[in-house]
DNA sequence: TATGAGCATGTAAACGATTACATGCGGGCT
DNA sequence: AGCCCGCATGTAATCGTTTACATGCTCATA
């Protein structure tokens, strides 16, 4: 009962040839003779031979991996992204390396370390917040190992990233309940420092701009994105004397704690509130009431990143692709109507 | 503008040392003199070095890293066990490879390909269904990098895992309806063949049993922990005469497209039907109604399996732990009520 | 019949670390 | 003084591939 693993050298001895004819019989079949294939691939199975990745990979100094860098690995949302990148790294053989980078004070040299050590030929982050120039810094840790931002992206205008319609989709959020009559619309944000919670502010202003309608401070409400900043925004919104008639919420999972907590109040969606949620989540078409939401193809994200990615990697980028932006688009479903007559 | 990363080499040039000190310096300090520490130190400080994972990990034998292998990564079910596991090997410096396998015939030979080929030390396997019985057939692969299963687990009995209690859960779910005087409890299941769905129908068979009811197999509904399958069975539900006054469903996911069709259909929950969950996802405590279900601790079985990974990669496992269950406890929420009177 | 092209294959040098073994040196012991 | 031990370091083998280069063979061409 042998447990080392087979080398490339038993296959050669079995077959009776040299290492260098095996490896070419794996990697180039057409590059050696009928006859000496079929005594290698005989071999091959016989001794059930996978090369080594690590021998591999030091001698052609790659990884045949990418890594993939979350802010926090157990938010549901990035699931069906890193579904997206790994639909893609699949089927090329890459490994797909997940590292949650929070945002503890070491993170940074985790990241360091991660591009310098040659684990990965290239980076996919989710993570706006951190700081890439630092990269740049050390070595140009770059140019070894591209890195692409997805969802969120970096300060720096000009690094690749994918990204999504934020501003629009918030648009055609605050458009749609402005449509149904509503006037006073209020927000629930994002997180302060982040470049969502920017770009969906941005959108949710010109919305009201481009209905006629003027934007008021005490409607915005900070939340972070979490089911928990729903629930403490819902009850700021109790709490207010003259009530937003509509709520537009920064991610679904804010929708959802802010429905949950006004159901405990005895107050209705949509009957007494509009609510619109950003993401749709799969949850969304399920929740009572079903909700409306900006919908992002999160898998299609995941895709496109890890497309870009490869792109980087074989060096075959054009600039102008360099920043794509996916479309979101509005589902409307049940937790928005016209306000109430009595409102 | 040097874009090629340093190699051991050059620091040690740098330092005018040999390889081998820099290399003693990096792994154990004090195996050389502070004199010659500080002058090494500084040239890794000044060239930037971090050791190539590639060339360490062919000389050591190792991969430094363990690999995933979800049946569905977009299922976010799994993401808090993968952040679990990546808990523990973040700071280990361990990598997180996560894979899906799905259901493709090519599946298995994925599978025996990242084992083989050293990509990885060991494995966390979160799909009972994946056949490993033909890991052993192949040269013996286990031997190679250990496994373990979690959440679900292999029909091999003996093999290690780290599970719940699904048995005990599902009790303590029909117990509860029961106490609140139920008597016609019906169940959603998961899909035919997987482990859990047995464990959890055998659950509420005991629990039924232990309150003196007993089972009907007209009151079983067969699901596959999708929220689609909950509408579905919804439909059933509606359709049926003689309607039981409780679900218990074997997923959470299961329970929210229930209700959510029930809605649609002005059932109330939990006035005309009592709905009780399995996994505790965190919107669970923010549905409308908030879900009674029974919490499974996802980050602990993520870290468990971890750490029991690593206790077999370092072969310091004893036999009788190589099976354990964690404890699930019935979260009692909104979404669970005495029988209607007129019911 | 040389000559060169082209093919199939072998030989051996990388890739960049770790580590067994060898070396030299200083100091404590008898 | 002689011996040996242990420390700090260096030398070089090794991990398992890939691949540049060398070799030898066959065949078409001049």
Redesign the interface.
């Known amino acids: 009962?042998?447990?080392e693993?087979?080398t490339i050298l038993d296959v050669a001895r079995l077959a009776g040839v040299s290492t260098a004819t095996v490896s070419r019989t794996l990697s180039s079949p057409d590059r050696v003779s009928e006859q000496t294939r079929v005594l290698v691939l005989d071999a091959v199975a016989s001794t059930?031979y996978?090369?080594?990745?690590?021998?591999r990979?030091?001698r052609k100094k790659t990884?045949n991996?990418i890594g993939v860098l979350a802010p926090?690995?157990?938010?549901?949302f990035?699931?069906?992204i890193?579904?997206g990148i790994?639909?893609i790294c699949?089927p090329r053989g890459f490994?797909?390396?997940?590292?949650?980078i929070g945002n503890t004070p070491n993170a940074k040299n985790?990241v360091?370390?991660m591009l310098?050590?040659?684990?990965a030929d290239g980076f996919i982050v989710l993570d706006g917040m951190l700081d890439l120039s630092l990269l740049k810094a050390?070595?140009?840790l770059e140019?070894?190992a591209p890195i692409v931002s997805a969802c969120e992206w970096p300060s720096d205008e000009t690094a690749p990233s994918v990204t999504v319609d934020n501003v629009g989709g918030s648009m055609q959020a605050v458009r749609h309940l402005a449509a149904m009559g509503h006037t006073k619309i209020g927000h629930i944000t994002g997180p302060k420092e982040n470049v969502l919670t920017a770009a969906r502010i941005k959108g949710f202003k010109a919305g009201l701009e481009s209905c006629g309608l003027t934007y008021d401070d005490s409607l915005i409400i900070e939340g972070d994105f979490s089911?928990d900043s729903?629930?403490l925004a819902a009850e700021k919104w109790l709490s207010m004397s003259d009530r937003p008639t509509a709520m537009f919420c920064a991610s679904d999972?804010e929708a959802?704690?802010f429905?949950?907590r006004l159901?405990k109040a005895g107050v209705r969606v949509p009957e007494d509130v509009s609510i619109i949620g950003f993401d749709d989540?799969?949850?969304a078409?399920?929740?009572?009431?079903?909700l409306t939401t900006v919908s992002q193809p999160r898998?299609d994200i995941g895709r496109a990143a890890t497309q870009m990615l490869f792109g980087l990697i074989d060096g075959e980028i054009a600039p102008e692709d360099k920043r794509p932006q996916l479309d979101v688009k509005l589902v409307v479903r049940e937790s928005t109507a016209p306000p109430s007559q009595d409102a």
Chains 1, 2 share one sequence.
Do not use: C
């Open positions: 009962m042998r447990t693993a087979p059930g996978v090369a080594n990745e690590m021998a990979n030091l990884s991996s926090d690995l157990s938010n549901p990035f699931s069906f890193i579904a790994e639909q699949g490994g797909v390396f997940v590292t949650e985790k360091v370390n310098a050590s040659a684990r050390r070595g140009n140019k070894r089911l729903g629930r999972r959802f704690g429905i949950s159901a989540i799969e949850v078409a399920f929740f009572v009431p079903a898998i």
